[in-house]
C-alpha cells in the first residue's frame, strides 16, 4: 500500500537568506534533509507558475509532504483549481497610498490563476491562512455578490465618484471569470452609474465585454491597460502559465483600441537580464497598432514573492540567477526590495535611470503618451437604495 505523509515544524521567521538554504527550500532547518524540501514534483504542479507550496506566515506549524518510505510521492494528485464562495460585505476597497493614481479598488476575486511567479499580490493568501505558492492560484475566492455590493455602496448618501480601479490586485479576468462574470456584473453597474473604471488585466478575455466598454468609452467612463511583459511565447508561458499568450494581448489592444477604447500598454514588470532587452520592441508592437499610451513598473518582490521567485529563476535560468539578482540590487539600494513610496515602483541608482530613459526615449520616438484619455464623474447618476420606495409614475 503507497502512502505520503505530512510532518509539522515549528514555522521559521519570514526573513530569508540572502541566497538559497538548501535545495529550493525557504527554511533552513530542512537543508540537511532533501526530502523535506517544499519544491513540489514538476507533474503535480503542471500549468502553475510557482514550484513551492510553503505554508502561509502567519501560520503556527509549517507542514510539508514528504516521502515516508513508500516512494508514493508521485502518486499523489496534481494541484486542481477550486473555487469557494467569499461572502465579502463590502467590494469597495479603500487606500491613500500617495505613490498611486486611485484612491479606491474592486477585486472580483482572491487569488488569481494566471499564476505569474513575481505577483506581489501573492502574499495577501498568508492572510486566509493559505500559501502564496501554488495556493495563490489553485485556491480561489469569487465573489459573486460584487455587483449588488457595489450598487449598494454607490447609492450610499455620503459617496463621492471617483475612478474605480479593477486589477490592481488579482485579474477580474483570470479564467475563471469566462464561468462566472463577475466582472460583466460590475461593469454592467458601473456602466448604469455613469461611473469611470480603469481596468488592468493580462487576458483577452477583456475584448468579451466590448459591447459594454464601447459604450462606456463614449461618455469617457472607461481606460483599459493591458500588461505585456515579453514577446516571448516560451518565457511568457514559464512565468506567467495560464496567461493569455503575448500575441493575444496584444490583438486584444488592437481591438480595444479599434473600438475606440482608451487603452494602455504596460510593461510591467520589467526584470533585468530577463525582458529588460524587450522594452523597446513591446513599445513598438503597441504603437503599430495604435495604443496610444504606455507605463512600466520594476520588478517588486515583497515579502514571500521574492523567495518564490528565486525558487522559480532558479529552476528555469540557473545561469542568470545571481546577475538577476545583484542587478535587483543595485536598483533597490542593497536590498532585494524596497518598499519606499514614491521609489517601490521604479526603484533608485543608474541601472533604474538607465531603464527608466530608455522608456521615455522609445515612447518619444513612437509619438506614445503624447495625450492621455480621461475619465469623468460627469455621468455619476446615485442609483436607488434597496430600501427606497419606487415612484408609481
Not at 459594454?212 to 491597460?225: F, Q, W, Y
Not at 538577476?324 to 541608482?349: A, C, E, H
Amino acid at each position: 500500500m503507497s502512502r505520503a505523509s505530512s510532518v509539522a515544524l515549528k514555522h521559521p521567521p519570514v526573513t530569508a537568506p540572502s541566497e538559497p538554504a538548501g535545495a529550493l527550500s525557504p527554511f533552513p532547518e530542512l537543508a540537511p534533509f532533501p526530502e523535506l524540501a517544499v519544491a513540489i514534483e514538476r507533474d503535480r504542479r503542471r500549468g502553475r507558475g510557482a514550484q513551492s507550496n510553503a505554508s502561509g506566515r502567519y501560520e503556527a506549524e509549517a507542514r510539508v509532504v514528504f516521502d515516508d518510505g513508500w516512494q508514493s510521492l508521485e502518486d499523489l494528485p496534481p494541484f486542481k483549481t477550486s473555487v469557494t464562495v467569499d461572502t465579502a460585505r463590502k467590494v469597495i476597497t479603500r487606500n491613500d497610498s500617495p505613490d498611486i493614481g486611485f484612491d479606491r479598488s474592486i477585486n472580483p476575486y482572491r487569488g488569481c490563476e494566471h499564476g505569474c511567479v513575481y505577483c506581489f499580490a501573492r502574499p495577501t493568501h498568508a492572510y486566509l491562512g493559505l500559501s502564496p505558492g501554488i495556493d495563490f492560484e489553485s485556491r480561489l475566492f469569487v465573489k459573486p455578490d460584487a455587483p449588488l455590493l457595489l450598487e449598494k455602496e454607490l447609492a450610499a448618501p455620503g459617496y463621492e465618484p471617483r475612478m474605480i480601479a479593477i486589477g490592481t490586485n488579482t485579474d477580474p479576468y483570470q479564467p475563471i471569470e469566462r464561468d462566472h462574470e463577475i466582472m460583466r456584473g460590475i461593469l454592467e453597474v458601473l456602466e448604469r452609474t455613469g461611473h469611470p473604471v480603469g481596468i488592468v488585466t493580462k487576458s483577452a478575455l477583456v475584448v468579451r465585454d466590448l459591447d459594454i466598454l464601447s459604450r462606456m468609452a463614449k461618455r469617457n467612463l472607461v481606460k483599459v491597460g493591458i500588461s505585456v511583459t515579453t514577446m516571448d511565447a516560451k518565457l511568457a508561458r514559464a512565468m506567467e502559465p495560464r496567461a493569455s499568450t503575448p500575441s493575444k494581448r496584444l490583438e486584444a489592444l488592437k481591438i480595444l483600441t479599434e473600438a475606440g477604447i482608451p487603452t494602455k500598454v504596460m510593461v510591467s514588470p520589467i526584470i533585468p537580464a530577463l525582458n529588460d532587452q524587450e522594452i523597446e520592441r513591446i513599445l513598438d508592437s503597441a504603437a503599430h497598432i495604435g495604443v496610444p499610451e504606455a507605463s512600466y513598473i520594476l520588478l517588486r518582490l515583497p515579502l514571500e514573492v521574492r523567495d518564490l521567485f528565486r525558487e522559480w529563476l532558479m529552476a528555469n535560468y540557473p545561469d542568470r540567477y545571481r546577475h538577476v539578482f545583484t542587478l535587483i540590487r543595485d536598483m533597490r539600494d542593497g536590498r532585494d526590495y524596497d518598499s519606499q513610496w514614491g521609489t517601490r515602483m521604479k526603484g533608485t541608482g543608474p541601472i533604474a535611470w538607465m531603464i527608466g530613459r530608455r522608456f521615455e526615449i522609445a515612447c518619444d520616438r513612437l509619438g506614445l503618451n503624447k495625450r492621455r484619455s480621461k475619465l469623468t464623474t460627469d455621468h455619476f447618476a446615485r442609483p436607488k437604495a434597496g430600501s427606497e420606495q419606487l415612484n408609481l409614475f
